[in-house]
């Protein structure tokens, strides 16, 4: 059974400075990985979306990578700025269904 | 539409009473998903509708939760006899095809209705 987990839980850190965001899924076999922000109240905005045969993934400031022999991936955000604040959400899809399995997120603060 | 829309936005009901959630795809999406997100949890699975196919509705967490979706577009989640366990933010996603259907575009998410249950 997959199961997705995100360290830390909440993050708060001064604006510019770059950070990563940690996901880890316990079973290898994904088919992709999709990296969500979701603002206070509201619902959920793709980021990245990574296959399983890409290591990594950018959009701008934002970097995901992918390995899936240690079931890890990682969101880096450069130069990081106060619109970042936010909760992070990664999703894991194992091969063979069809479902995404959320992690529990990281919310963070990006201070002025 | 241009995204994926919900309605209503928030929803607050008593105890018992029945309510009805909406969701309105993007324009040509097969796959249409629920998920329940609850106060300081992850998403949960609900249901899983893909083009004609019967859906998969096996997350739903009791026989109180139905779901259709009618004419392959509009969907509507319906939760009989309301509990306070209930409450949550409910949000529907889309997707250009479902997996094992040639692609894999990734969910495209709506704002969520917050159902306050009282």
Same mark, same amino acid.
């Given at each position: 059974?997959?199961?997705?987990?995100?360290?830390?839980?909440?993050?708060?850190?001064?604006?510019?400075?770059?950070?990563?965001?940690?996901?880890?899924?316990?079973?290898?076999?994904?088919?992709?990985?999709?990296?969500?922000?979701?603002?206070?109240?509201?619902?959920?905005? *793709?980021? #990245?979306? =990574?296959?399983? @045969? +890409?290591?990594?993934?950018?959009?701008?400031? %934002?970097? /995901?990578?992918?390995?899936?022999?240690?079931?890890? *991936?990682? #969101?880096? =955000?450069?130069? @990081? +700025?106060?619109?970042?604040?936010?909760?992070? %959400?990664? /999703?894991?899809?194992?091969?063979?269904?069809?479902?995404?399995?959320?992690?529990?997120?990281?919310?963070?603060?990006?201070?002025? | 539409?241009?995204?994926?829309?919900?309605?209503?936005?928030?929803?607050?009901?008593?105890?018992?009473?029945?309510?009805?959630?909406?969701?309105?795809?993007?324009?040509?999406?097969?796959?249409?998903?629920?998920?329940?997100?609850?106060?300081?949890?992850?998403?949960?699975?609900?249901?899983?509708?893909?083009?004609?196919?019967?859906?998969?509705?096996?997350?739903?967490?009791?026989?109180?939760?139905?779901?259709?979706?009618?004419?392959?577009?509009?969907?509507?989640?319906?939760?009989?006899?309301?509990?306070?366990?209930?409450?949550?933010?409910?949000?529907?996603?889309?997707?250009p095809s479902g997996p094992g259907t040639g692609g894999d575009y990734?969910?495209?998410?709506?704002?969520?209705?917050?159902?306050?249950?009282?």
């Amino acid at each position: 059974k997959q199961e997705v987990t995100q360290i830390p839980a909440a993050l708060s850190v001064p604006e510019g400075e770059n950070l990563v965001l940690n996901c880890s899924f316990t079973d290898s076999a994904i088919y992709n990985l999709q990296w969500f922000r979701q603002d206070p109240g509201k619902g959920l905005t *793709s980021l #990245l979306l =990574i296959q399983s @045969s +890409q290591r990594e993934q950018t959009s701008g400031r %934002l970097n /995901a990578s992918l390995d899936k022999s240690s079931g890890r *991936s990682t #969101l880096y =955000i450069a130069a @990081s +700025q106060p619109g970042d604040s936010a909760t992070y %959400l990664c /999703a894991a899809r194992t091969s063979g269904t069809y479902k995404y399995i959320f992690g529990t997120g990281t919310r963070l603060k990006v201070l002025a | 539409g241009a995204g994926v829309s919900q309605s209503p936005s928030n929803k607050v009901t008593e105890k018992g009473k029945d309510v009805e959630l909406r969701c309105d795809p993007i324009s040509g999406h097969t796959a249409l998903y629920w998920y329940r997100q609850s106060l300081g949890q992850g998403l949960e699975f609900l249901i899983y509708f893909q083009g004609n196919s019967a859906p998969d509705k096996s997350g739903l967490p009791s026989d109180r939760f139905s779901a259709e979706r009618t004419g392959g577009s509009v969907s509507t989640l319906t939760i009989q006899r309301t509990q306070q366990e209930d409450s949550a933010v409910y949000l529907c996603a889309s997707s250009p095809s479902g997996p094992g259907t040639g692609g894999d575009y990734g969910y495209t998410f709506g704002s969520g209705t917050r159902l306050t249950v009282v």
